[in-house]
């Protein structure tokens, strides 16, 4: 019996902003993040490629790499990035043409990440969610601690959640958050929630584990050849 497989999903209106402008200290420095290779191939280019079933992509670049860059990853607008990420989602954000409501953020270190879960994220948009990320659930027992490294409790992990990208937001909220939260936040789904805004989950991915330091690189060379 062969199994049927879902439609593939109505792109056209999704729009996908990489932030890609980080040094990745962690991962050796030099080399700006998104152009470290993996198995021979940039994360970033690896990651596109894993988007490019999408209506636009747009790369917010180092600002001195954008030629390079634009050359790398043809067919994605690619536009200069600030100095902090959110600086940077904002820059890729302003060159999304008007007709895309459905917006993705996605780390370019996250190379692996499949088109599911682009999918997967951006569908929940679709049906009705504001704003929507992939989450793991936490395996490891996890320990509050104070700045004497003593701890103080221990955190109920069952209702903890490891966050991913790519994260899914319609176009207004994100860009409210952008224009009116100016305090810093690891990610999007951060800032919209400063705004009084329910964020959705759906399941995430293995695969779309983030890539930051040396060991990173070779666990992912791992998957790759699984």
Known sequence: MTAT???PLEASDVAVLVPAA?????????TPKALRELAGE???????RNLSGVGLI???APPDAVDLVARLVRGAVVVAGGQTRQESVANALAAVPSEFDIILVHDAARALAPFS???????????GHDAVIPVLP????IKQVNALGDVVA???RAELRAVQTPQGFRRALLAKAHATVTDSHTDDAGMVERL???????PGDPRAMKITTPADLRLAEVWLDS
Do not use: F, I, N
């Not at 980080?22 to 030099?30: A, I, N, V």
């Not at 940039?42 to 596109?48: D, E, G, N």
């Not at 009084?196 to 989950?201: K, S």
């Open 58 to 60: 747009v790369v917010a």
């Open 196 to 202: 009084g805004a329910t964020v959705h989950t759906v």
């Open 138 to 141: 936490v395996v490891d027992t």
């Open 5 to 7: 497989s879902e439609p």
């Open 154 to 156: 221990t955190v109920d």
């Open 117 to 127: 879960l682009v999918t997967s994220v951006a569908k929940a948009v679709r049906d």
């Open 42 to 48: 940039s994360l970033l280019v690896r990651c596109c």
């Open 22 to 30: 980080g040094l990745g200290m962690r991962l050796g420095g030099g």
